[in-house]
């Protein structure tokens, strides 16, 4: 009983010291509650209406929407992005997790120097590796098609999937491994059923980073897949804002970047209670 | 000895051979265009012409080194209120907040819009000189000064931009922390509590170190996505916003009618990636925490 | 835990939901050949033209593949397709395949081409086309010369606008490479109804008649000028084309930076200085972000004139509505210039046939570009995207927006780049756009532009 009133007392301290950290939290996500709200509005609202002040005055207007759906093959695109986001992530964890695994586990040779290989990896800008990527692509003739741009997907997350992941394993203690090794486990074994879930927030994290990195990336999608039944969700869109700035529709702008963003964001909402709620709840109980 | 040597090779070889093949090779080829008078980015490489380092001579005379320093400052400034706003609320939002995950979904909301569209809602919306939301709420409260505040003369474009960018990339930062932090065990954070630690030290002497590695992380995932740093400087127009991605598409690709040149790109890109490796060479001096159990 | 690796065998499961209806997926809705201008403009008038019936006679046959830089949700993107449906189905033995690419196929179709993937046609900004592609370009001479349904008994060369047969021969050294569509031009945008409220009726023709204009709509309440970032370097760049002509306007932009150093430059930028102090642009220049100064002139019908391309009407078009009236008049011929009004910034669009296309091929090409270009769907194109008609048929009418510059390429015997040649340097493009509005904005002397200008090429 006693006991209980303490812990509520140190509840009741921590949330009133927590009180500025409230007011700022509030604020910032009202600021974006606003700014995702303007582009709602303007996108139900007429051009003219964006540029004199005057949002929604002529009621919302549905059809900007519609001439973006009827227009922007968004549905095939949308199907199209979601295989390549999905396949491309959990190819890429299938590889590199087993090798950012290996890297921070093993100390051999040339250890150091793909580490190192990798980081090159990252910041070299993305327009010239794709230049002589697609010539290696082309000369296999195998251009435009959903299976080439997955795999394109899969090597170039490698450099980042693989770095993203060395801290979490080098962070687990190897005693895990050694108890399985003990019980005659796989090195292989060891790895997916013990090593892996124990990465989980990491792996979590990467996963959804991942997925929308490829969910929004278009300069790939354009070279590579970029025919009307392989073209992907953002390829659709950027060619939908171009041709709306280019043409002065403002609105149909703003409707494609909603109608684009709104399955992304509800998906997200839906998928970061389960994953990362699951995944702390999960925690390390070793 | 044998049987680890094959199994390192299982581990790492899926991910490494397709690495080396088809990322090691552009890379390569992108380093030995730099030193090549090149007419378009996939000509055959015997058409390509020596010219040593003359490349590199002609990045100076370019609008290149501003971009780079204005990458610095990118990477500098932003970098540091993101990196102290983003650990601000990965601590709060795991010390006990109500509606933990509501404010975690929102915060990292601006990260799944496209960036090109928050460019204009900023521009067009937020810092707009004739009905702009800052505006009307810096005139509601009578701060008139602050209400005409030009953030989108020239002069103030990067101030601006930086501002949106922070923005956006301050979710994406708190998530990785909060992944990290919410890995510490909730017990040392109750121990502390009942010894009467103040958040402040709790977060100085348990939170802090134990996310080193993450944090050590972060800062090579920062420096690499600055040096992607485009989209925004395509919205944000004035002569102190032009990055060097920007810069080296234009070479590229060319606006309208300006001339290319292949090699000058190619050169640097290679400065671009060679910064990025220094400061993951500076990070790596940094020791990290290898002894401490979890 | 459980549930990442629930999750992850999830992602595994949809995968192969979706690697199983990807396939299908593949398959979409073509186009119905309707088109939504995105405007209230649309009328009876915008109908598409009636597909003939298959015209048995007609020898073309060829598979085309035809790569387009609009894309396919613009008004452009929406009438090529449309064309491209009723040539397939008048031409029964033709094929065509667009690949829309938008802006990105100056990245995009140089790999492709080389990779020697099988594209028939291309079109692009015409700079881009001779710029970028000049290997892949085929010889349209033979083309040129001959006579198409559209062209009414004349030949190809003979029926579209003479400075742009000009311009394609121009720009292939001496060979057609492209058949030239959508031109475009810059010059001054004006709002009629503020000129003829404040009585001004002549057009200016030289700068000092434009600064009188100026202050006659400044003492009746008017703002002259306004410009968005993205244009602002027009105004002052097609002065200094005007005072220096082409060869010395390059120098200035791709140049080592002495031409900075002529003292007549530093006195038309004087006259900018000039006219800032006398609040000649808009207050707010400084901070408009493209297109707010676009969208204010139009709105609030209180700016009277902006420089900028010939598109920059149909752009605000929504805003503007049907009544407005733009004007038009060409930029005024300065003191002391070398250009005495003969030369123009002007450009088009090309449309290039692969060299490597099979002589059935590019026949079936050529028909292609001129049924899209002239006669009915070149109708259309200017209809439905108020484009301005390649033709040169005294008949068919310029759109009702931009009528006022129709007789702009009369007496244009000399081309400056479509955006002058100040813009040919991408890379000082920024400083000098900076520069122009912190002159226009009264917050920079002329000395000082042009050491910052200077200060670029150091």
Same mark, same amino acid.
């Given at each position: ?42 996108? =139900? ?72 290989? =990798?980081?090159?990896? =990252? ?12 010539? =290696? ?18 090597? %170039? ?87 709306? %700035? ?41 | ?62 609008? $290149? ?61 937020? $810092? ?44 994406? $930062? ?121 | #835990? ?28 073509? /186009? ?54 009723? @040539? ?49 370009? #085929? ?55 503020? @000129? ?49 002509? *082409? ?24 006259? @900018? ?19 707010? *100064? ?26 503007? /509505?049907?009544? @407005? ?24 669009? /090309? ?17 292609? *570009? ?51 040649? #100040? ?22 002397? *002329? ?12």
């Amino acid at each position: 009983m006693n006991n209980n009133i303490k812990t509520n007392n140190i509840r009741l301290r921590q949330q009133v010291r927590l009180i500025p950290g409230y007011i700022l939290l509030i604020l910032w996500c009202l600021f974006i509650v606003v700014m995702l709200g303007w582009i709602v509005i303007a996108s =139900l609202s007429t051009t003219k209406e964006i540029f004199s002040d005057n949002l929604l005055r002529s009621g919302p207007h549905w059809d900007n929407y519609t001439h973006v759906i009827k227009n922007g093959h968004l549905v095939t695109a949308f199907l199209n992005s979601l295989l390549y986001s999905a396949s491309s992530v959990f190819f890429s964890i299938l590889i590199c997790a087993p090798a950012a695994y290996g890297l921070a586990r093993f100390k051999f040779k040339f250890s150091e120097a793909i580490k190192r290989l =990798l980081v090159i990896g =990252l910041g070299v800008p993305g327009v010239m590796i794709i230049m002589p990527l697609f010539s =290696l692509v082309s000369a296999l003739n195998v251009s435009n098609s959903k299976i080439t741009l997955i795999v394109i997907y899969v090597v %170039t997350s490698i450099p980042f999937s693989t770095f993203y992941l060395l801290p979490a394993f080098t962070d687990i203690s190897d005693s895990y491994e050694e108890a399985a090794a003990i019980d005659g486990c796989g090195p292989l074994r060891t790895f997916w059923t013990i090593v892996f879930p124990l990465a989980g927030n990491s792996i979590t994290t990467l996963v959804i980073f991942q997925f929308i990195g490829k969910w929004n990336e278009y300069f790939m999608a354009l070279i590579f897949a970029g025919s009307t039944e392989n073209m992907s969700l953002s390829v659709a869109l950027y060619q939908l804002i171009v041709a709306m %700035t280019r043409e002065g529709g403002w609105s149909g702008m703003f409707a494609a970047v909603t109608f684009v963003s709104a399955p992304t964001i509800i998906i997200y909402i839906l998928l970061s209670k389960r994953l990362i709620g699951g995944a702390t709840a999960g925690g390390l109980k070793g | 000895m044998r049987q680890k040597k094959t199994t390192i090779f299982i581990f790492i070889a899926p991910a490494i051979i397709p690495f080396l093949a088809f990322f090691c090779y552009p890379v390569l080829r992108t380093f030995l265009m730099s030193f090549f008078d090149v007419e378009q980015i996939s000509s055959k490489i015997v058409t390509w012409k020596f010219v040593g380092l003359d490349n590199y001579f002609t990045l100076k005379a370019t609008s $290149f080194p501003n971009s780079l320093m204005m990458l610095f400052k990118v990477w500098l400034c932003c970098g540091i209120v993101v990196f102290i706003l983003s650990l601000l609320f990965a601590t709060m939002l795991t010390s006990g907040v109500y509606g933990k995950g509501f404010f975690r979904s929102m915060l990292y909301l601006t990260n799944v819009i496209p960036q090109i569209a928050l460019g204009y809602m900023w521009t067009l919306y937020v $810092f707009s000189s004739r009905f702009g939301m800052l505006k009307k709420l810096f005139n509601s409260v009578g701060l008139e000064k602050a209400a005409s505040f030009a953030w989108t003369s020239p002069d103030n474009m990067f101030i601006s931009m930086c501002i949106a960018y922070v923005f956006s990339c301050t979710g994406y $930062f708190m998530l990785q922390y909060m992944a990290a932090i919410e890995a510490i065990p909730k017990s040392l954070y109750e121990a502390a509590e009942i010894d009467g630690a103040t958040k402040f030290s709790q977060f100085l002497n348990i939170t802090f170190p134990l996310i080193r590695n993450t944090l050590v992380t972060s800062l090579t995932l920062w420096t690499s996505r600055v040096c992607a740093f485009f989209a925004l400087s395509r919205v944000f127009i004035s002569s102190k916003t032009v990055s060097p991605l920007m810069y080296i598409y234009n070479v590229l690709f060319g606006t309208d009618s300006s001339n290319t040149a292949v090699g000058v790109g190619a050169a640097a890109s290679v400065i671009v990636a060679l910064i990025v490796v220094a400061v993951f060479m500076i990070s790596n001096l940094i020791p990290k925490n290898k002894d401490i159990e979890l | #835990m459980k549930k990442v690796v629930n999750l992850f065998s999830t992602v595994a499961l949809s995968l192969c939901f979706l690697c199983a209806c990807g396939g299908n997926s593949a398959t979409t809705s073509g /186009g119905d050949g309707s088109v939504k201008s995105g405007s209230g403009n649309e009328s009876s008038e915008n109908a598409t033209p009636e597909v003939k019936q298959a015209d048995a006679d007609s020898k073309l046959n060829a598979d085309i593949v035809y790569w387009s830089s609009y894309t396919e949700s613009s008004n452009y993107g929406q009438s090529i397709k449309a064309a491209a449906d009723a @040539f397939m189905k008048e031409n029964p033995g033709v094929k065509i395949s667009i690949s829309f690419q938008g802006t990105d196929i100056s990245s995009t179709l140089t790999p492709a081409l080389q990779a020697g993937n099988n594209i028939t046609m291309f079109e692009a900004n015409s700079d881009n086309v001779v710029r970028l592609w000049k290997d892949y370009l #085929m010889d349209l001479g033979e083309f040129y010369e001959k006579t198409y349904p559209q062209t009414g008994g004349k030949s190809y060369a003979d029926s579209i606008l003479p400075a742009y047969e000009n311009l394609a021969k121009t720009q292939g050294d001496g060979k057609y490479v492209y058949f030239p569509y959508t031109p475009q031009f810059l010059n001054v945008w004006y709002n009629k109804d503020i @000129f003829e409220e404040c009585g001004i009726t002549e057009k200016p023709k030289t700068w000092d008649e434009m600064m009188e204009v100026c202050a006659t709509l400044k003492k009746n309440g008017y703002t002259p000028f306004t410009s968005d970032q993205n244009h602002i370097d027009y105004n002052l760049s097609l002065y200094l084309e005007r005072l220096l002509g *082409a060869e010395g306007t390059n120098e200035l932009a791709n140049g080592d930076g002495s031409a900075w150093d002529n003292p007549e430059v530093l006195k038309a930028v004087k006259k @900018f200085e000039d006219a800032a102090s006398k609040g000649y642009w808009a207050e707010n220049i400084m901070t408009v972000v493209t297109p707010e *100064a676009q969208q204010e002139m139009v709105l609030d019908k209180k700016i009277a004139m902006y420089v900028c391309g010939s598109w920059m009407p149909n752009n605000v078009r929504e805003s503007a /509505g049907d009544d @407005f009236r733009w004007g038009s008049f060409t930029y005024p011929l300065v003191e002391n210039g070398a250009d005495d009004g003969s030369s123009l910034c002007y450009g088009c669009y /090309g449309i290039a046939i692969n060299k490597n296309a099979t002589a059935e091929e590019a026949e079936a090409c050529a028909a292609f *570009a001129t049924y899209l270009t002239l006669g009915e769907w070149g109708d259309y194109m200017v209809k439905n995207c108020n484009a301005i008609p390649i033709t040169n048929d005294p008949n068919v009418k310029w759109p009702k927006m931009i009528a006022d510059a129709e007789h702009i390429y009369d007496g244009i015997t000399n081309r400056w780049p479509a955006h002058g040649h #100040m813009r040919t340097n991408g890379d000082f493009l920024p400083v000098f756009q900076s520069a122009c509005t912190k002159l226009y904005g009264g917050k920079m002397t *002329a000395e000082e532009f042009i050491a910052e200008c200077k200060a670029y090429f150091k």
